[in-house]
């Protein structure tokens, strides 16, 4: 035979059971409710983060910086190149100014030799 359930009792535990489970959702949600980002302050942090990820995606890449790197070293070794030509073009001026003057000297004593 059955034995009788006795309803009354079970609405009851039941009852008991959903309120010390409200009791509880309630109480984790006020304790936790300041550890969690709110949906407004998310939206907020996103739009930030998409706002970086487009300044980033300007940037240069990896191969970007190796090709200009390759090019510095380039005009660096034709800037070398260039330094060193006009060091041989000031010393050839030099010694050109150097005969000009002399020339010049030696003009000007002919001159003054002739008026006196």
Avoid: C, Y
Avoid at 22 to 28: D, I, Q, R, S, T
Avoid at 59 to 74: F, I, K, S, Y
Avoid at 89 to 112: F, M
């Amino acid at each position: 035979m059955m034995a009788g359930i006795n309803w009354g009792a079970v609405s009851a535990i039941a009852g008991l059971v959903v309120m010390l489970a409200g009791f509880v959702v309630w109480l984790l949600r006020a304790r936790f409710a300041g550890d969690f980002a709110s949906r407004a302050d998310v939206a907020g942090l996103r739009q930030s983060v998409d706002s970086i990820e487009r300044r980033l995606g300007d940037t240069p890449t990896h191969e970007d910086v190796r090709g200009l790197v390759q090019r510095l070293t380039a005009v660096e070794a034709a800037s070398g190149i260039v330094s060193a030509e006009v060091r041989a073009v000031r010393e050839g001026v030099s010694r050109v100014e150097r005969d000009l003057h002399l020339l010049i000297q030696h003009e000007l004593g002919k001159q003054g030799d002739r008026k006196a």
